[in-house]
C-alpha cells in the first residue's frame, strides 16, 4: 500500500488561508469517508485535528476544516496563526491487511 | 479523558526483539480500540498494527512476520513486540487510541508521549 500524497510544503501570511491536499486512490482516500489529519510540533506526538473527512475533535479550533472530492482530501486552515506552524499528515482507513495509511506529509510555514 | 503512557528498551542490537507496554488511563478499555505507530527521524508516520478490546488484531503486511500486538486486560496495558530488528527499525514508537469517551472512530485520536527506539550494533 503506498502513502497518499501530500505537498512538500506550504505556506502563508497570518490572517491568510492555505488549503493542504491529499491525494490517494478509489481504494483509499476515494472509497472510504475515513480521511483524518493530524498536527504534528517537533518533537511532538501527532494531534487529531479533523477525522472521517470533516469531522472536528472537541477543542480543536474551527479555523480546521476538512473536506474530499473524488480520490482527494483536503485541510484548510483559515486565518493562518503562527502556533499553525508545524507538520500536516492525513491518513485513510482502507479495508486491506493493512488497515491504515499515511500521507507523505507537508510542512506548513506561516511567513 | 484517556491518557497513555508508553515504555521500554531505547537502545537494541540488530536481530532482537522491540517490546513495548502502553498503560491506558481513562477511558473506557473494555470497549476502545489502539494503534501502534512508528515514526523514523526525519520521515513520516507508518501505521504497525491495531488490537480491539477483546484481543482482536490487525497488522500492516510489512510487518506480518515480525509484530505481535497484545493486551493485558488486568492491568489496562497494550504491548508491542517487533521480531528481529534492524537499523531501519530505528524510530519513535507510538501507542495511540481511537476512541474519546463514547466516540470511536477510523483515526488516532489520543496519543502516547511516543518512545525512541535505535537499533544499532
Known amino acids: 500500500q503506498s502513502a497518499l500524497t501530500q505537498p512538500a510544503s506550504v505556506s502563508g501570511s497570518p490572517g491568510q488561508s492555505i488549503t493542504i491536499s491529499c491525494t490517494g486512490t478509489s481504494s483509499d482516500v476515494g472509497g472510504y469517508n475515513y480521511v483524518s489529519w493530524y498536527q504534528q510540533h517537533p518533537g511532538k506526538a501527532p494531534k487529531v485535528m479533523i477525522y472521517?473527512?470533516?469531522n472536528r475533535p472537541s477543542g480543536v479550533s474551527n479555523r480546521f476544516s476538512g473536506s474530499k472530492s473524488g480520490n482527494t482530501a483536503s485541510l484548510t486552515i483559515s486565518g493562518l496563526q503562527a502556533e499553525d506552524e508545524a507538520d500536516y499528515y492525513c491518513s485513510s482507513y482502507i479495508t486491506a491487511s493493512t488497515l491504515y495509511v499515511f500521507g507523505t506529509g507537508t510542512k506548513v510555514t506561516v511567513l | 479523558q484517556e491518557q497513555l503512557q508508553q515504555w521500554g528498551a531505547g537502545l537494541l542490537k540488530p536481530s532482537e526483539t522491540l517490546s513495548l507496554t502502553c498503560a491506558v488511563h481513562g477511558g473506557s478499555f473494555s470497549a476502545y480500540w489502539w494503534s501502534w505507530i512508528r515514526q523514523p527521524p526525519g520521515k513520516g508516520l507508518e501505521w504497525i498494527g491495531q488490537i480491539d478490546h477483546s484481543g482482536g488484531t490487525s497488522y500492516n503486511a510489512s510487518f506480518q512476520s515480525r509484530v505481535t500486538i497484545s493486551l493485558d486486560t488486568s492491568k489496562n496495558q497494550l504491548s508491542l513486540k517487533l521480531n528481529s530488528v534492524i537499523a531501519a527499525d530505528t524510530a519513535v514508537y507510538y501507542c495511540?487510541?481511537?476512541?474519546?469517551?463514547?466516540?470511536?472512530?477510523?483515526?488516532?485520536?489520543?496519543w502516547g508521549q511516543g518512545t525512541m527506539v535505535s537499533v544499532s550494533s
Open positions: 495511540a487510541s481511537h476512541c474519546s469517551g463514547t466516540n470511536c472512530y477510523y483515526g488516532f485520536d489520543t
Open positions: 472521517h473527512v470533516s
